[in-house]
Every structure is written in C-alpha cells, then in structure tokens.
C-alpha cells in the first residue's frame, strides 16, 4: 500500500538553529512531493515543490530550502530558524488531490 | 492569479441537522475540485472529490458542482459532533496540477 512518513511530530527549536524535517514515500514511484506550511489558524501555503529528483520548485523566497535527495524522499531544511517559521509543516504527494503526511508542529522560541 | 474562496465560519448546526458548505473559485479552466476535513492539530484528509458538474454522493456527504458559476459545494446530512471540523477546498486545473486551496470552513456541530 502507499503511505506517506513525516517526522517529527513535534519540534521546539530556539531562534537562529538550523531544521530539517524529512518526508518520505512508499509504494509508489516518481511521486509529485509538496511541503505547505500552516500557520495557526490560517489556509494551507505552499512552500515547495518537486517532480523528481533534484527538482525543485520554490514558492515562496524565505530561508527555508528544500531538497530531493533520492525518489521517494523530501527534505525541509533551514539554516537559521526565525520566529515566524513557527507552524504546522504538512508534506504532501499527489494521488487523487493531495495525500498528506501527518505533519509536523514547528515552534520556534 | 488563480483565488478559491471559502467563507472561514464558524458555521454552526445543531445535531442532525444538513450542514451546508460553499466555495467559489476564479480559474474557469478549473477541472478537478476536492473537499478536505481537517480536525484540530491534525492533518486534512480527503472527504471527496467530483470532477463533472451535477452532484456526487458519498453516504452523508454530497459534492455539488457548477462550472458555470464556479461554484463547488459539500452538503452534509445528518450532521454529528464529530463532524466538527475545518473543512478545505481545492482546486486543480487538471488531474496532474497542483491544488489551490481556500482558507476552510469552521464547521461546528452542537448535541
């Protein structure tokens, strides 16, 4: 079957530290992946996307990058975390719509 | 720029009642259009999706689509507390494009 991995759940994270979050696929091959961030109480914004690897297409300018390392793996990273970076990261690949990751809650102090 | 608008609620209905949530959207060469569910802190999960104007019915939930007016709803019937959730539109140009999304519903189910 296919699923979608995210972790980690949860994540405190002091200003000016670097971030990786990571998403990975199963039981497919060449997926469309997507990253949106979701800030509290607000839509879905997406951040990310990518077709392949390697591949990637940004959004949004802001100090967040992502990567694609191998096919079924999606990476969120930072090098210097702010405090607006606080949200609710959602990875997502395309089946019928979207299939998200269980997400993972982002709290930058 | 393509726009998906969604009235952000909350939308209040009491138990059983039909709970009737609405979406508009900009891109006329729109083709696929889904409806998400989003409980607190969770992640949004796919309810439904219609693809041809007319409606769609999934037990309690019914997709409601019109391409002239650009306008997809979700009905749902019988309304539990547990249906109480944000509730997302999405739209997509074609069956491999990316989604764009509306801002949710609050829906709210009082017993």
């Known amino acids: 079957s296919q699923t979608i991995h995210q972790w980690p759940a949860t994540l405190v994270q002091p200003v000016g530290s670097p971030l990786s979050l990571e998403c990975t696929v199963e039981g497919t091959s060449n997926p469309n992946l997507y990253w949106y961030r979701q800030a509290a109480g607000r839509g879905l914004q997406l951040l990310f996307y990518s077709v392949g690897i390697g591949q990637i297409s940004s959004e949004v300018p802001q100090n967040l990058s992502a990567s694609r390392p191998q096919d079924r793996q999606f990476i969120l990273s930072s090098k210097k975390l702010l405090l607006s970076d606080s949200g609710f990261y959602l990875c997502a690949w395309r089946q019928v719509g979207y299939t998200f990751g269980s997400g993972t809650r982002l709290t930058v102090v | 720029q393509k726009e998906v608008e969604q009235n952000s609620g909350p939308l209040s209905v009491p138990e059983g009642a039909i709970a009737s949530l609405n979406c508009t959207y900009s891109d006329r060469g729109s083709q696929s259009f889904f409806w998400y569910r989003q409980y607190s802190g969770k992640s949004p999960e796919l309810i439904m999706f219609?693809?041809?104007?007319g409606d769609k019915e999934d037990g309690r939930f019914t997709a409601q689509l019109n391409k002239a007016s650009q306008y997809v709803s979700l009905l749902i019937r019988d309304s539990q507390p547990s249906d109480s959730a944000t509730y997302l539109c999405?739209?997509?140009f074609g069956a491999g494009n990316m989604l764009t999304f509306g801002g949710g519903t609050r829906l709210m189910v009082k017993p």
């Open positions: 999405a739209v997509s």
């Open positions: 219609i693809y041809s104007n």
